[in-house]
């Protein structure tokens, strides 16, 4: 009896914990520290300080990976306020945020982790889909559907000066979004998120920020994305 019950409570364990619930943390990778050097900025501009701490102060910021990575990213990061100059969005809102690019093929088929901070705390994902165009000037601010997730949580309050991770993950269509290690979204992107592919990278816009940015290589038997360096081909 006593047996029985022990392979019960087992079982249920195991149960609870493969439904992934919104409180989950990120489990462990082999994400690696990525330096100045290895990031093709294709708008604004990124410092480099010690070690592989980095900084943005400027408007505008589009950056990503040069060396293959598979989906998976993580930016460490402070808000110091915002940055020296602002300028609104194509779309003609004036937005502070800093967030994660997953399959970033080009400045206009991408998808996004927005850790959105003015005029409004939250957390967006979206896919930019522009099937034939891969210029910002060809595409603009088009393209872009915000996707719902099947489950999500609050983000922590943000604070300028204290420390916060944001962490995205895609396997197939599936999206994974953590906070603090916290999952915070959770969903499907839909096919259309397939249709392209590329490397991770990181965006931020209006913002004073300094931040370490980590990525996944990929391992044996995993294929790598890669992206041509085209500076001035950002994104809106």
């Excluded at 993580?74 to 399959?103: D, T």
């Excluded at 790598?224 to 001035?232: D, T």
């Amino acid at each position: 009896m006593r047996k029985t019950l022990r392979t019960f409570l087992l079982a249920t364990a195991c149960c609870i914990l493969g439904t992934n619930p919104a409180g989950a943390q990120a489990s462990n990778s082999s994400m690696k520290p990525v330096s100045k050097d290895k990031l093709c900025i294709t708008e604004g501009k990124i410092e480099q300080l010690s070690d592989n701490h980095l900084s943005v102060n400027v408007p505008k910021m589009r950056a990503f990976v040069t060396d293959p990575t598979v989906q998976e990213a993580e930016a460490r990061f402070v808000y110091l306020g915002p940055s020296k100059e602002s300028i609104p969005l194509a779309s003609g809102e004036m937005r502070r945020q800093f967030g994660l690019k997953l399959r970033a093929q080009d400045g206009c088929n991408l998808v996004y982790a927005m850790w959105r901070i003015e005029p409004k705390q939250e957390l967006v994902v979206s896919v930019k889909s522009n099937p034939g165009m891969t210029k910002s000037s060809e595409c603009d601010a088009h393209g872009y559907q915000n996707i719902k997730p099947t489950q999500s949580a609050p983000l922590p309050q943000l604070k300028p000066g204290k420390r916060y991770s944001l962490r995205a993950i895609m396997d197939g269509s599936r999206m994974r979004v953590y906070a603090n290690n916290t999952l915070v979204w959770d969903g499907d992107l839909g096919q259309h998120a397939l249709a392209f592919n590329g490397p991770v990278g990181m965006r931020s816009d209006n913002g004073n920020f300094r931040f370490e940015f980590f990525a996944a290589p990929p391992q044996p038997g995993q294929q790598g994305a890669i992206a041509a360096c085209q500076v001035g081909a950002g994104e809106d």
